[in-house]
T-cell receptor, first 115, second 110 residues
């Protein structure tokens, strides 16, 4: 398995533009997480899905942020309109629920810069 | 939701020395995970602890879960430059939500 795949790896956009981040989880995993990482706030959980259904989006900072998971193999995180304070590394992670170890596998991340 | 506090936030270590990082919770944890993130990289799972008082070792890394299951520690012996990075503890809840601590950033001086 190729692991969790995120695209793009880097994104530079102007303030006010729409940004869409993409994630392909590991096949068979039933949990998908979106995290944002900054120096100031560390790793923040934005939203997570279980079997494609959003379970908790309380970490989504504003209505400008939205996330979807139309099927088990794809998820998007959209920011519209983007602002400079949204600049961060966004990670997608997936895991498989079970009785044993439930480690999360992270993608390489998308480094977003809003200018 | 439950939160975990990690200390110290930063750790400067001379190569060859030992150090310990701690993760503390005000509530009893069902289990706890540890991750390592290299500079410029992504978090990578190291281990999960489940049982009260559990101790697990991975080469020079020793992980411990407190008897009351409210704290955990990671001890690294004979630190090497490859140990550079940020070490996170993470707490999964019963719904599968994985909450990370603030992390301990480790810098190793040769």
């Amino acid at each position: 398995d190729a692991g969790v795949i995120q695209s793009p790896r880097h994104e530079v956009t102007e303030m006010g533009q729409e940004v869409t981040l993409r994630c392909k989880p590991i096949s068979g995993h039933d949990y998908l997480f979106w995290y944002r990482q900054t120096m100031m706030r560390g790793l923040e959980l934005l939203i997570y899905f279980n079997n494609n259904v959003p379970i908790d989006d309380s970490g989504m900072p504003e209505d400008r942020f939205s996330a979807k998971m139309p099927n088990a193999s794809f998820s998007t995180l959209k920011i519209q309109p983007s602002e400079p304070r949204d600049s961060a590394v966004y990670f997608c992670a997936s895991s498989l629920a079970g009785q044993g170890v439930t480690e999360a596998f992270f993608g390489q991340g998308t480094r977003l810069t809003v200018v | 939701g439950q939160q975990v506090m990690q200390i110290p936030q930063y750790q400067h270590v001379q190569e060859g020395e030992d150090f310990t990082t701690y993760c503390n919770s005000s509530t009893t944890l069902s289990n706890i995970q540890w991750y390592k993130q290299r500079p410029g990289g992504h978090p990578v799972f190291l281990i999960q602890l489940v049982k009260s008082g559990e101790v697990k070792k991975q080469k020079r890394l020793t992980f411990q879960f407190g008897e009351a299951k409210k704290n955990s520690s990671l001890h690294i012996t004979a630190t090497q430059t490859t140990d550079v990075g940020t070490y996170f503890c993470a707490v999964p809840d019963s719904w599968g939500k994985l909450q990370f601590g603030a992390g301990t950033q480790v810098v190793v001086t040769p």
